[in-house]
């Protein structure tokens, strides 16, 4: 299971950190990943890393966001500067399945950027 945390309201150019405690090694996962869904849109990606530790981003994120994971605490963290509006959303911690690919979300949390 993946229990994400650190959500909130914060002003635009603000900054949150949001982390992701999963119960099993994330060396269990091909990969980690944040992902985000506002209201009236598709669920899309924000950040992943690979159990190599290789990172990509979205294009909406890129030099704002930064994504990391600390393997002996199983978390993994979403650091997030320059907030805007936009990024207003429910934001997802998911993992990502050796065996299939399949990504597979935690439960979200609720970042709100007030202008």
């Known amino acids: 299971q993946l229990q994400a945390s650190g959500g909130g309201l914060v002003q635009a150019g603000g900054s949150l950190r949001l982390s992701c405690a999963a119960s099993?090694?994330?060396?269990?996962?091909?990969?980690m990943g944040w992902f985000r869904q506002a209201p009236g849109n598709q669920r899309g990606l924000v950040a992943t890393?690979?159990?190599?530790?290789?990172?990509n981003y979205s294009e909406s994120v890129k030099g704002r966001f930064t994504i990391s994971k600390d393997n002996a605490k199983r978390t993994v963290y979403l650091q997030m500067n320059s907030l805007k509006p936009e990024d207003t959303a429910v934001y997802y911690c998911?993992?990502?399945?050796?065996?299939?690919?399949?990504?597979?979300w935690g439960q979200g949390t609720l970042v709100t950027v007030s202008s």
């Open positions: 099993v090694s994330i060396f269990n996962f091909n990969a």
């Open positions: 890393i690979t159990r190599g530790g290789i990172i």
């Open positions: 998911a993992s990502r399945s050796i065996s299939s690919g399949n990504w597979r």
